[in-house]
């Protein structure tokens, strides 16, 4: 049976609907689904779902009481990144859905989801992750758990500086209890870092921090240097000059997010055969002479 592929997303922005027609060409047997509210509930075309987060709040609402802000990062958007797992746990439940795919809606998805040895990429990151109903119920128990007793807490404050989410202050995100529970209540050791052979999912295209960056591969501007090559993104190792295959892409951070149209695939049709090379600075692909290895 296909899995169905989620998303969560409170506003309407302008790159959302390239996201979503993107994950549903890469993946078409699986269902996209967009859980929103009524800002974005015209995306529900073309086989894309919608479902409202108001009508899967109850876990959610329970963890808003408990949480605490520890971060630089925004309340309202840090407190909601951790309320999606309880939201997509409430969902999948009412829906009678044992796994499923999570995607941010930074990520651009060139890979059908259904094969089977993709879900070996479970659990390592929060912004493209495969995910069953099991897991997810102790993923919401231990973030839960570590919000609402103090000693565990304490623990958590720890655990986020020890791992490195540190930069001026702690910064408690859902990265921070998504890697607990993978590390500590899984004793998971087989992370793939989201490689597959000579392809790979993007962990991020921006080098701004330690945990994010991939000083592996070539840049440009400070960020991963993405080329198409006869139609394939590709992205080169900088050991070895390899061309791997992105099966994602990862737009971090906001000021990122104005590529995203130029990575959607009916608009990269012109460019089929040859070599080009994405050039942030003017936001066009340019033709390279570069021979893949």
Known sequence: MPIPILFFHWSDDYYLEHVLKQAKMASPA???ILIGNHNNSKYATDGIKHAMIHNYYQGA???????KHMTPNEYFYNRFCFQRWFILRDYMRAHHITECW???TDVMLYVDLNLTEYKRFSGEWTWTTFITLQELEE?????LIHFKEDSLFEYLKYYTKET???HGMLAISDMVTQKLYYEKYLNRTDATQGVFGDSLFDRSIYFYLPYFSSPGFETLDNKKKIYLINGVLKCKRSDNGQFMKLNSVHFTTHANKKYI??????HLSHYKNGAYYYDYATLQWLPTSIIPV
Not at 61 to 67: G, I, K, L, M, P
Request: negative net charge.
């Open 261 to 266: 149209p130029h990575f959607y695939e009916p």
């Open 139 to 143: 993923l919401c128990m231990v973030t």
């Open 164 to 166: 490195g989410h540190f």
């Open 102 to 104: 999570v995607l941010d």
């Open 61 to 67: 609402a329970e963890f808003e009481r408990v949480y």
């Open 30 to 32: 699986s269902d996209v």
